[in-house]
């Protein structure tokens, strides 16, 4: 699977799960997903029975796959992350990969735990992404603290655990909602060789604000984002992710689909098909 390449991350549909994506990516011309491996709480709430979890059976797993292939879709990457200090999140953790190696995944994107010292995440992380390698997985460490707070931290993390099995999974907004003023572009200039996959996110820029609307509908030069990664020679995928705007209530999923389809249309505009 080679190219740079367009995916839906399939928490985009919220409590519709797993299947409303499959229905709906083949009709606006996506035929990648980003599949969720985790329940997710919150303002974007996406309950574990509308996914694949690391409970679930094989059988699941095969029937989800096959509901995929036949919908013309590729499973290219998938995401849930877990706390590697304990045995309970490494063997959790361990289960999603082999989810994600079994519907035939090459991107895992996830972050591996909170810690006031970072350091206590290397033991763990780096067991992972042996585990991963050994499934012909790349992992691809989220942008959140404390491993990849921004492009300093992240370089300095790769540095420490030096894995060729780890790359970042650089997300346009999340840079924005964990630092304050910082300049998202230059971050991405600095960290943009050490990238394996990309989470296209939307906002105002705000520091803690959770606004993560449709694409093009928030401040983020996507458009520079873009190219930077061009000019890196980025070789990989960009996944839309729209995680919603705190207060603004329950989401039709007529509405849901409409986010994604204009997220599509936005990124399409930019010339992101031009890149495949």
């Not at 492009?151 to 060729?164: G, I, N, S, W």
């Not at 909602?177 to 105002?204: C, M, T, W």
Request: charged content about 25%; overall charge negative.
């Amino acid at each position: 699977m080679a190219g740079r390449f367009l995916e839906i991350y399939t928490n985009c549909y919220g409590k519709f799960g797993l299947a409303a994506a499959i229905a709906h990516a083949p009709t606006i011309g996506i035929s990648h997903l980003e599949v969720a491996l985790r329940k997710h709480e919150g303002t974007l709430v996406v309950p574990a029975e509308v996914i694949l979890t690391d409970r679930s059976s094989r059988a699941q797993v095969d029937a989800a796959r096959t509901a995929l292939e036949q919908a013309g879709i590729t499973p290219s990457s998938c995401g849930g992350g877990a706390d590697v200090r304990t045995t309970e999140g490494l063997e959790a953790l361990k289960r999603r990969i082999d989810i994600a190696a079994q519907m035939g995944a090459r991107w895992f994107t996830g972050s591996t735990g909170q810690a006031d010292d970072k350091r206590e995440l290397y033991e763990g992380t780096l067991e992972i992404a042996d585990y991963a390698q050994s499934k012909g997985i790349l992992i691809c460490l989220e942008t959140h603290p404390p491993l990849i707070t921004n492009a300093d931290v992240a370089l300095a993390t790769l540095k420490d655990l030096q894995h060729p099995n780890i790359k970042v999974n650089w997300d346009t907004g999340n840079v924005y909602y964990y630092n304050e003023g910082l300049d998202g572009e230059e971050q991405l200039q600095k960290i943009a060789p050490h990238i394996g996959h990309v989470h296209f996110k939307d906002s105002r820029k705000g520091f803690k604000e959770w606004y993560f609307p449709a694409l093009g509908k928030g401040t983020i030069d996507l458009g520079r984002c873009l190219a930077i990664m061009r000019e890196a020679g980025f070789n990989g995928p960009f996944s839309i992710e729209i995680e919603g705007i705190a207060g603004e209530g329950e989401q039709t999923l007529e509405q849901r689909q409409e986010n994604v389809r204009l997220s599509v249309e936005h990124l399409r505009h930019l010339g992101i098909e031009d890149l495949d």
